[in-house]
């Protein structure tokens, strides 16, 4: 079973960048396809983008296209999200999440996914 702890988020301007990490623990991290997701009160929470266990497939929602990019690098168990060109609607609490892979595919609905982290505030002022 695998752990998800995230990290990066904070308090940024509109246009600036963050970089979410997400460290897995506990299980063989490339045997998971992992992604991102955020929520913010009172909605669902909100697919951003995945990425396959290789790493050769992603995907990820229209709305950051071109602003976010999700990777992970299996030898440190980690997967990140560059988020540049912030907007204030960009604002949510970001979870990072894993399922076990079957092939090397993404996966875009939340009920894929076994594991979660606990999340990590992303704010961004305008």
């Known amino acids: 079973q695998v752990q998800l702890v995230e990290s990066g988020g904070g308090l940024v301007r509109a246009g600036g960048s963050l970089r979410l990490s997400c460290a897995a623990s506990?299980?063989?991290?490339?045997?998971?396809?992992v992604g991102w997701f955020r929520q913010t009160p009172g909605k669902e929470r909100e697919f951003v983008a995945a990425i396959s266990w290789s790493g050769l497939n992603t995907y990820s929602t229209d709305s950051v296209k071109g602003r976010f990019t999700i990777s992970r690098d299996n030898a440190k168990n980690t997967e990140y999200l560059q988020m540049n060109s912030l907007k204030p609607e960009d604002t949510a609490v970001y979870y990072c999440?894993?399922?076990?892979?079957?092939?090397?595919?993404?996966?875009?609905?939340?009920?894929?996914?076994?594991?979660w982290g606990q999340g990590t505030q992303v704010t961004v002022s305008s």
């Open positions: 506990g299980g063989t991290f490339r045997m998971y396809a």
């Open positions: 999440a894993a399922r076990r892979r079957y092939n090397d595919r993404t996966y875009t609905n939340s009920n894929d996914y076994d594991y």
